[in-house]
């Protein structure tokens, strides 16, 4: 069973960074893709960033330029390095896996996910 356990969210005042971890267990590492998503108050779970099985990163045009993910394979991490952040990335991230190669950003298509950590940016 796919365990993902999200970390690192908080209050932060906008232009602050923040950086999410997000502790993977229980499959095979290199087989699934990894991603996180977030969803605001009254709003629908939106992609944020993803990465596959070659490390190959995909990130919604929203945050590019601002939010970086990465994995380190050795301990089983998945991170997203938020920067510059604003009042409009205020809300509930989510790590999310599902297997195969290819990733994709359909929410529905994603089987694991975290409990989410919640982030806050105040102007």
């Known amino acids: 069973q796919v365990q993902l356990e999200e970390s690192g969210g908080g209050s932060v005042q906008a232009g602050g960074s923040l950086r999410l971890s997000c502790a993977v267990s229980?499959?095979?590492?290199?087989?699934?893709?990894l991603g996180w998503f977030r969803q605001a108050p009254g709003k629908e779970r939106e992609d944020v960033a993803t990465i596959d099985n070659y490390d190959e990163t995909s990130v919604a045009d929203s945050v590019k330029g601002q939010f970086t993910i990465s994995r380190d394979f050795a301990k089983n991490v998945l991170y997203l390095q938020m920067n510059s952040l604003k009042p409009e990335d205020t809300a509930m991230y989510y790590c999310?896996?599902?297997?195969?190669?290819?990733?994709?950003?359909?929410?529905?298509?994603?089987?694991?996910w975290g409990q989410g950590t919640q982030v806050t940016v105040s102007s």
């Open positions: 999310a896996g599902r297997a195969g190669s290819t990733c994709g950003i359909n929410v529905a298509t994603w089987r694991f």
């Open positions: 229980g499959y095979t590492y290199g087989r699934y893709c």
